[in-house]
């Protein structure tokens, strides 16, 4: 059964920086695209950053410049590398893959997600 799981996260200062990851466990064929949201109290869930092909990134305005996110395609994983932390930055993170199984099928997955606390 193929899942997602998130390390890292944690509390920071603001200005501090902090790296989540997430590895997919599990027999997949190959990667279309992982990605990293965020829902903080009493908000929607957002999308943070996106990458596509192992390659094109995507990245929401409120995080742009200080974020970055990769896909390791060998070890099957995913970080999110976050600089700058500014309270607003709290939330639960949330890592999602889109997923081709061995048996031709294209899915979507989810992590059980990781708190991000920024405060001084």
């Known amino acids: 059964q193929v899942q997602l799981v998130e390390s890292g996260g944690g509390l920071a200062q603001p200005g501090g920086s902090l790296r989540l990851a997430c590895k997919i466990t599990?027999?997949?064929?190959?990667?279309?695209?992982m990605a990293w949201y965020r829902q903080a109290p009493g908000k929607q869930r957002e999308m943070v950053a996106r990458i596509t092909a192992g390659t094109t990134t995507h990245y929401a305005d409120s995080v742009k410049g200080r974020f970055t996110i990769s896909e390791d395609n060998a070890n099957e994983s995913s970080d999110l590398h976050m600089s700058s932390l500014k309270p607003e930055d709290t939330a639960v993170y949330y890592c999602?893959?889109?997923?081709?199984?061995?048996?031709?099928?294209?899915?979507?997955?989810w992590g059980q997600g990781t708190q991000v606390t920024v405060s001084s």
């Open positions: 999602n893959a889109q997923l081709v199984v061995p048996d031709g099928y294209q899915s979507d997955y």
């Open positions: 599990g027999s997949i064929f190959s990667i279309a695209s």
